[in-house]
């Protein structure tokens, strides 16, 4: 036991000397580690001494600070991207979800770290409030078609606000309206409705058009004919005067050259009526025999039978002589 403790008492000191050393180089090393920090890419350091704010440091790389008595923060400045599912009432009274997304970054490291409790949840809040204000005044329709131009009025109304956060937002992704299916059914039944509205208003302004057209081609047409008619009428009618001049001048009776020229119009008249079409013209003027006698020379000239010689009723023959009453004596 005395050999034992005399050994003891012997490498003791040395011992005590080798804690000594461990514990100092163990702090020193805790010392080194505790005083340099590294700061990374698209990221800024927040230095905090006594948790103040006391630097910031924009540059990456490897930094150094007090051991122990500071503390180091780093924020990113890369763009982030939150979505956001609002539900807003439209101006024809329908309810929608309406998606967006929120494209952002930090701006201001120290005020989005130390000045605002929440940043994102604040910008997300104030982001939504002014969606529902834009989408509150436009129609489910309008929601479709104006997309952009609410994204740029609710940019445009954040914009001071959304600063004051440490924030920066870059774009506004605004998708498309999401309605129920009954709103959808109904939305589609209305749209269908009016897009066979517009149809039937094409057609009938193509009709309109249509109809003008062929009334305005008639219109010429008419005038035409009707130059052409006269001047048809004119040559006829100067034909039959050098006609009856020349009749008279070669010792024809006035009256009977009038009397022969009325004759020869009637007749040119006729001619023309048969090659026309299938007509029959009873002049009032003529006797029984000439209306039979012209009916059946138009009908001839038109290629059928007269209707008289059509009649199946039977016929008298002419009374014999002795059948015939004498006539009456002259007076």
């Not at 600063?163 to 959808?184: C, H, L, T």
């Not at 081609?217 to 009428?233: M, P, S, W």
């Not at 009032?284 to 007269?306: F, K």
Request: no cysteine; glycine share 6%.
């Amino acid at each position: 036991m005395n050999e034992l403790a005399q050994i003891f008492n012997s490498v003791a000191p040395y011992v005590g000397y080798g804690v000594a050393a461990l514990t100092g180089l163990l702090m020193s090393k805790g010392l080194i580690k505790n005083a340099f920090y590294s700061v990374e890419q698209e990221h800024v350091g927040l230095v905090q001494r006594f948790g103040k704010h006391v630097r910031t440091n924009t540059d990456s790389g490897l930094k150094m600070k007090i051991p122990y008595f500071e503390k180091v923060s780093q924020v990113s400045l890369q763009e982030f991207q939150t979505t956001e599912n609002l539900e807003t009432k439209t101006t024809d009274d329908l309810f929608v979800d309406l998606p967006i997304s929120i494209h952002f970054q930090i701006s201001d490291p120290a005020t989005y770290k130390f000045k605002k409790g929440n940043a994102v949840d604040l910008m997300k809040k104030n982001v939504s409030a002014a969606v529902r204000k834009y989408t509150s005044q436009k129609s489910f329709q309008e929601l479709y078609d104006e997309r952009q131009e609410i994204r740029d009025g609710v940019l445009k109304a954040i914009e001071d606000k959304i600063a004051e956060f440490g924030i920066q937002i870059n774009d506004i992704v605004i998708d498309e309206p999401r309605a129920s299916d009954a709103v959808k059914k109904t939305f589609d039944s209305v749209r269908s409705s009016s897009l066979a509205k517009e149809v039937a208003k094409n057609d009938a302004e193509a009709d309109y058009t249509r109809r003008v057209r062929s009334a305005e081609a008639d219109k010429q047409r008419n005038i035409l004919i009707g130059e052409g008619v006269a001047g048809f009428r004119e040559k006829i009618a100067s034909g039959y005067s050098v006609l009856r001049k020349q009749l008279v001048a070669d010792g024809v009776d006035p009256a009977a050259a009038d009397a022969f020229m009325a004759e020869a119009m009637r007749l040119d008249t006729l001619r023309d009526i048969g090659d026309k079409g299938n007509m029959v013209i009873v002049s009032p003027d003529s006797s029984s025999g000439n209306r039979l006698a012209e009916m059946q020379t138009l009908s001839h000239t038109m290629g059928r039978t007269p209707a008289a010689e059509q009649d199946t009723k039977p016929k008298r023959s002419a009374p014999v002589a002795s059948e015939q009453k004498p006539a009456a004596p002259s007076v």
